[in-house]
């Protein structure tokens, strides 16, 4: 059964069939916990649970979703309940049409009404912020971090559960200029639901009351991260999902917290004050830098008589945090055809840091009775995707027409962009951005949170075969070498590093090519400082194109040319995705501890078999 009462429960089932291995040799939060996490992310190995945490008294737990098997385990009694719910709010009327499908629902939706309480679990002892596992990540993180909160906040004007916020946002815990023991940080990105309710309490000159819950049933973790619909508290989402209602604990004058989390910090944020926060090593493979970020002051500490301490890592992906993508996917994709009409499907491309590139199936229906020539309804359903939620923060969203190919797959990324660039047309199915905002995390563009978008969109038959070789008579400018082909249609071309903003080689390669020229016969090119890398493997392009470039600004063609306003190019598309001087520094791991979690792994050692 799979209703955990607790975070402990939970570990102790997954240890019982096999999930779970346990880690008795010493691990330090600092550095060596997450290092081990990662590789036995990668190897596909079971959740992690480090009895012996150096510097605090409380165990660790990691890689508790570190497969898709293990997460649907998790959730075995009341994942397919919580499906129907979420495709319910598209279609209300299948429970009359089909009743004895939605049979188990009403249980499902008595559990996903929180129940009140006095007291709970979590209240059993008072501890210090400093008594928390200080679990750093990466070599210049800016101090320990709390890798899976719950930030739980209600609206100021609307108090209620109702109206509430649980979302999983960055959480400093020491380091910078933070007052030990009474002040952590809170970084939160744009559009998310907590900044509502701080802009209601900033505009009554009052401090946000906040509770950030760690631990607790799993389906509290997966609440924080899911991107609902407006009106969907995370409260209700997590009891469905749990099997059992969440137990709040509701004290007179207090914000209620989680009763079963095996910590929670409570704290106001004040409406003036912020410190700077950061850097954080975080999910497009970079630091986040050091920003000023509102500030939580600690009020109280509570910890379980039995509590652990859940941890992930983020970096470049795939990280533990690809199958929260995945399994938010399963349980939301079905439904986006009833919020978005006309649109099949959407896929945030993990490899390319999610938010960077955004693949999509629309329709084609304005004119049913014509040959489908250039894209029409496409670019509506464009517009309405990057309006929704986080896929606002999409930097480049290609989108298709299902009808041109009915197999057409958005998870297999190399079938798409071939079905894409053999039929797009640079001339016209180029739709910019210009000067908007962009993920919080991504520094490709002018500034934090400001960048630009582009939609690409094709439709109708193909126009080109695309190229899977090197042509003979290839030939390029001075100082750009070795092309490498990294799909069909799609070259990587090793160019000049980039050592000041605006260097002009983009400019110069391409004016370096006319219309009949061996490289216009890829629709796409890429600069990169290492072609070798960029078409060893598919995430390797996708991570080094996407991550590395701003639309409007490294985005040029051969023979381009601005009609009306409109930018377009009659040969070659070219991508700057050089590394550039204002880009955040690269996620790299240290060596020595690289050094001794590798001989941990060696034979005889205490983690051998695991990575």
Excluded at 163 to 187: C, E, F, T
Aim: glycine residues 10%; contains cysteine.
């Amino acid at each position: 059964m799979s209703a955990y009462r607790s975070l402990r429960e939970c570990v102790a089932d997954l240890e019982r069939h096999g999930h779970l291995v346990r880690v008795d040799v010493e691990v330090d939060p600092y550095l060596e916990a997450a290092e081990v996490q990662r590789r036995v992310y990668e190897a596909g190995g079971p959740a992690l649970l480090f009895t012996r945490v150096k510097g605090s008294a409380f165990p660790m737990v990691s890689n508790l979703f570190g497969t898709a098997a293990r997460t649907r385990f998790v959730f075995r009694d009341t994942l397919a309940r919580v499906k129907q719910l979420v495709a319910l709010r598209g279609d209300p009327g299948a429970v009359m049409r089909r009743p004895w499908r939605y049979a188990g629902l009403l249980r499902a939706g008595w559990h996903a009404r929180p129940k009140f309480v006095g007291s709970g679990p979590v209240m059993a002892r008072e501890i210090r912020v400093s008594d928390l596992p200080q679990q750093v990540s990466w070599p210049l993180d800016g101090g320990p971090f709390i890798t899976l909160p719950q930030v739980y906040s209600e609206d100021p004007e609307r108090p209620g559960w109702m109206k509430s916020n649980l979302g999983m946002y960055r959480v400093q815990l020491a380091g910078n200029r933070y007052a030990q023991d009474r002040q952590i940080g809170l970084h939160y990105q744009i559009h998310r639901g907590i900044g509502v309710h701080h802009a209601a309490a900033i505009r009554k000159g009052e401090p946000l009351r906040v509770n950030i819950f760690v631990g607790g049933p799993p389906a509290m973790t997966l609440a924080a991260v899911m991107p609902l619909p407006e009106g969907l508290p995370e409260l209700a989402f997590a009891g469905a999902l749990a099997g059992r209602r969440v137990r709040m604990v509701q004290r007179p004058g207090e914000l209620p917290f989680a009763g079963e989390a095996d910590f929670v910090l409570c704290g106001t944020v004040d409406p003036e004050l912020r410190l700077p926060e950061g850097p954080f090593g975080d999910h497009l493979g970079y630091y986040s830098l050091t920003h000023d970020f509102p500030v939580l002051r600690v009020e109280k500490v509570y910890a379980r008589a039995d509590a652990i301490w859940p941890f992930t890592v983020v970096g470049r992906p795939p990280q533990e945090d690809t199958q929260f993508g995945a399994i938010i996917h399963e349980i939301t994709g079905p439904a986006i055809p009833a919020v978005i009409p006309g649109v099949h499907a959407v896929h945030a491309v993990d490899a390319a840091g999610v938010h960077p590139l955004l693949l999509a199936l629309g329709s084609e229906r304005y004119t049913p009775y014509a040959p489908r020539e250039r894209p029409a309804e496409l670019l509506t359903q464009a517009s309405a995707i990057l309006g929704q939620g986080q896929m606002s923060l999409a930097k480049v969203l290609m989108i298709a027409a299902a009808d041109d190919a009915p197999n057409l797959d958005l998870h297999d990324v190399t079938g798409f962009f071939g079905h894409v660039l053999e039929r797009v047309d640079w001339r016209r199915d180029l739709h910019f951005h210009t000067e908007t905002t962009i993920d919080t995390l991504d520094y490709s563009g002018g500034g934090l949170n400001v960048g630009s978008k582009v939609v690409i969109a094709a439709v109708g038959a193909p126009r080109r075969s695309l190229p899977i070789e090197v042509p003979a008579d290839l030939r390029l400018p001075g100082g750009f070498s070795d092309p490498r082909v990294c799909m069909p249609g799609v070259l990587a071309v090793t160019s000049p590093a980039c050592v000041e903003a605006g260097d002009g080689a983009l400019q110069r390669f391409c004016a370096a090519f006319a219309g009949g020229d061996a490289i216009n016969r890829f629709p796409l090119v890429v600069l990169v400082d290492d072609s070798e890398f960029a078409a060893r493997t598919l995430n390797n392009f996708l991570w080094a194109t996407f991550t590395r470039m701003n639309p409007a600004v490294d985005i040029e063609g051969v023979a381009a040319r601005t009609v009306h306003k409109h930018w377009g190019c009659e040969g070659a598309l070219v991508i700057d995705a050089r590394r550039k001087p204002h880009h955040a520094p690269q996620l790299i791991e240290d060596p020595a501890v690289t050094r001794r979690v590798l001989e941990w792994a060696a034979p005889g050692g205490p983690l051998h078999g695991l990575y």
